[in-house]
């Protein structure tokens, strides 16, 4: 038996269109949350961001959430929270999206990235423990792929220094039975589209703390203390403007959506569980292709679903995989370009070579396709598209 041609040789491809890496679902229902708002009083600043917050609280077991326009704005306003500014460090891994650093840039202070576990591309605790210095005010951690950050070893490394989770891909997800949200003093969210709850734009920062969170309550709002309601109730016109803010409030038209979305939260991870074990399984006698080792005790929510590929074993490099399973009409992708690597960084004066796992890692990784709308069919086109690609690569 010959072995069948590659799409990019001319061969037919594995799927007649393309499958996205990730996609929103969004229900009736949800349409008509939607509606209900634009019909309401409120269309920002309203009683469905209230009741965003409280249910969002609710899944991450913590006493607060504050709503903002984005996951970027929710670690901006994360940070300034945590009291970040010029001259300060702050810790991150080298392989994230490069919101989680920019944070750290906007508020005057330098990132600093730390190397990562090569079998997790989880934030290595060690060399967290080499990044830090006297300077070094907060360490963010990445829930990378959908699992979260070992924070009980970063803790114990960081000491008197303050661990954040950038959970923007783990919402759903849980370590020893304690929900995302509520492992570190304060979490950071996204709801875009390709996230777990899909808001169009939108963000949120969970924490117990009462006094971040009025902090984070008024940073989104221009760092004004008192917002309209409580002005209106106390039959007031005044406010007092206190810390320069910005305007990142989420509208209700927003976390109507947002709200709606979080109903399913839960079957959707499971289903994302399903087709992560069917992965799994199919990769399980795939030699040259490894997926990412979830730690013990972590219900993964699986927001991307990352294969390393053994170098050794296949004489084309990922570029080459990419093209040939793009061609076959697998949407993959790569989750990320290390944020040194960026331009802007490099003329900020990092360099490559510092980073030898998560460097290592970029140059082997690939994101396969993971939605809840997935069937099971369209993941093992995925498997096949991968074995039939691989067998044409193997040396
Ligand atoms: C999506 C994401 C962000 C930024 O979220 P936006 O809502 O797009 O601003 C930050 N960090 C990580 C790890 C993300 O995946």
């Given at each position: 038996m010959t072995a069948p041609r590659l799409a990019i040789d001319g061969g037919s491809p594995v799927r007649d269109a393309l499958l996205p890496y990730g996609r929103q679902t969004v229900t009736d229902r949800d349409i008509a949350a939607v509606t209900d708002a634009l019909r309401s009083d409120f269309l920002t600043t309203g009683p469905r961001v209230a009741k965003f917050e409280e249910a969002l609280a609710e899944v991450a077991g913590t006493r607060h959430a504050v709503a903002v326009s984005s996951g970027t704005a929710a670690l901006h306003t994360m940070l300034a929270a945590a009291g970040v500014g010029p001259g300060d460090e702050v810790i991150v891994p080298v392989?994230?999206?490069a919101a989680t650093a920019n944070a750290a840039l906007y508020l005057g202070a330098k990132p600093v990235f730390a190397d990562l576990d090569?079998?997790?591309?989880?934030?290595d605790p060690g060399s967290v423990e080499r990044c830090l210095t006297p300077r070094t005010r907060a360490i963010v951690a990445v829930d990378y792929a959908g699992q979260p950050a070992d924070y009980e070893a970063l803790a114990a490394v960081a000491g008197e220094v303050p661990v954040y989770a950038d959970a923007c891909h783990a919402l759903g997800g849980s370590s020893n039975g304690e929900p995302v949200g509520a492992l570190t003093e304060m979490s950071s969210f996204s709801f875009h589209p390709?996230?777990?709850?899909?808001?169009?734009e939108g963000g949120a920062i969970t924490t117990d703390d009462d006094d971040l969170a009025e902090a984070m309550r008024s940073f989104r709002n221009h760092g004004i203390t008192t917002d309209h309601a409580r002005r209106a109730a106390a039959g007031t016109w005044t406010y007092d403007m206190e810390v320069l803010g910005f305007n990142y409030r989420l509208s209700d038209i927003h976390c109507a959506l947002a709200t709606s979305q979080l109903e399913r939260l839960s079957a959707n991870v499971t289903r994302r569980q399903e087709i992560a074990a069917r992965y799994d399984a199919g990769f399980?006698?795939?030699?040259g292709v490894t997926p990412l080792v979830t730690r013990e005790g972590v219900f993964n929510a699986h927001h991307i679903y990352v294969v390393l590929l053994e170098s050794s074993q296949f004489k084309s490099g990922r570029a080459e995989f990419f093209s040939a399973l793009r061609a076959e009409n697998i949407g993959v992708n790569v989750h990320?370009?290390?944020?040194?690597?960026h331009p802007y960084y490099r003329e900020l004066g990092y360099e490559r070579g510092a980073w030898p796992t998560g460097e290592d890692a970029y140059e082997r990784m690939m994101t396969l396709p993971i939605w809840p709308g997935m069937t099971d069919e369209d993941a093992d086109d995925v498997i096949e598209a991968v074995r039939k690609v691989t067998s044409a690569y193997r040396r």
């Open positions: 392989i994230t999206f090569p079998d997790t591309l989880l934030i390709v996230k777990h709850v899909a808001a169009g399980s006698e795939l030699s990320y370009i290390p944020v040194p690597w």
